[in-house]
């Protein structure tokens, strides 16, 4: 079932185009990943699938309606933007508390305690949020942003200045929402490391325009090129065996970290390559195929086109 669904959205700004026919659906419990550079237009489309910003063509549903419109939809939806939404001047229990007035949560009590402690805020629930550091802030920000237990989730860089501990734990939270209470999660994020492990699919969006939406491992098995990674016995044979490498018409690309030297191939056939190594009297300790990451994708996309 399609929860989020953009069709041919296009805005523009002051005769300024920034986003450009975008089409992309999110499956209920999906985790779903926004990516881009600055400025690419993410912030706007979300903004436009929650209703808050009109497209100049094109629609945007949420459960099969415009959020635009719809007051009782828009419940059913929790956000977390750049701007998180708390208040300085009370503590982390009344921040809570407020927004599970607003959306008339049944036993706010249990609910606001159970958030607490999920996010590691119990010892800090009467303290005032003015004295929180930037990660606490967006864990609670986070608990704020769930506390009606909502079908869809939007989140903006949900980890942003959180330790590796406190990422882990958001990590697992978006996981569970998603698998066990199949709770859709869009999220918008340049953590390539914590997009890979969470989503199901992504989106790249490079100055307004769609220029990638597939599943993470599609993604990553379709690059451009065959990666391979050899490793040679000692450093001296390293750096002689990158010149070699180099200069091989089968390769696109090569850098060398220590005795390790990460290739990418034309075509799948290594053999010449080792071939060619081997009659240089450079023996190879190993030859494996690369893992090509989220990241290296992401990083071909977004240069597709500069200049």
């Known amino acids: 079932m399609k929860v989020i669904e953009l069709h ?10 920034v986003l450009n ?6 499956e209920e419990g999906e985790v779903f990943g926004l990516l881009g550079p600055n400025g690419a237009g993410k912030t706007t489309t979300m903004r436009i699938i929650l209703g ?6 094109g629609e945007a549903w949420v459960k099969g309606t415009d959020l635009g419109t719809d007051d009782e939809a828009r419940r059913s939806v929790g956000v977390l933007m750049e701007n998180d939404g708390l ?3 009370i503590s982390a ?13 049944r036993d706010r009590e249990a609910r606001i305690a159970q958030l607490l402690e999920q996010f590691g805020l119990s010892d800090r629930r009467d303290d005032k949020v003015f004295t929180f550091s930037k990660g606490m802030r967006r864990k609670l920000g986070i608990a704020r942003a769930i506390v009606h237990d909502p079908d869809v989730l939007l989140l903006d860089e949900p980890t942003s200045g959180l330790d590796p501990e406190a990422q882990k734990m958001v990590r697992e939270v978006l996981l569970d929402l998603s698998q066990h209470e199949h709770i859709t999660v869009l999220l918008s994020s340049h953590n390539m490391d914590e997009v890979q492990r969470v989503c199901n699919r992504v989106a ?3 100055s307004g325009w769609l220029r990638a939406c597939d599943s993470v491992e599609n993604l990553r098995s379709a690059g ?17 065996a ?12 090569a850098s060398r970290s220590g005795k390790l030297i990460s290739i990418v191939l034309s075509d799948e056939c290594v053999s010449p390559l080792v071939t060619h190594l081997a009659l240089a009297g450079i023996p190879l300790e190993e030859v494996r195929r690369a893992a090509r990451s989220l990241e290296d994708v992401y990083i071909d996309l977004v240069k597709e086109g500069s200049a």
């Not at 041919?8 to 185009?17: D, L, N, P, W």
């Not at 229990?93 to 949560?105: E, K, S, T, W």
């Open 8 to 17: 041919e959205v296009s805005k523009v700004f002051e005769g300024r185009s």
């Open 93 to 105: 229990h009344q921040n809570l508390d407020y927004y599970a007035r607003l959306y008339g949560v």
């Open 87 to 89: 208040y300085d001047r």
């Open 52 to 57: 808050l910003l009109r497209p100049t063509s």
């Open 21 to 26: 026919r975008i089409t992309f659906s999110v």
């Open 204 to 206: 790249v969006i490079k």
């Open 242 to 253: 990158e010149g070699l490498v180099r200069s091989h018409p089968s390769v696109i690309t």
């Open 224 to 240: 451009r090129g065959y990666g391979v990674v050899i490793e040679v016995a000692t450093l001296e044979q390293a750096i002689k």
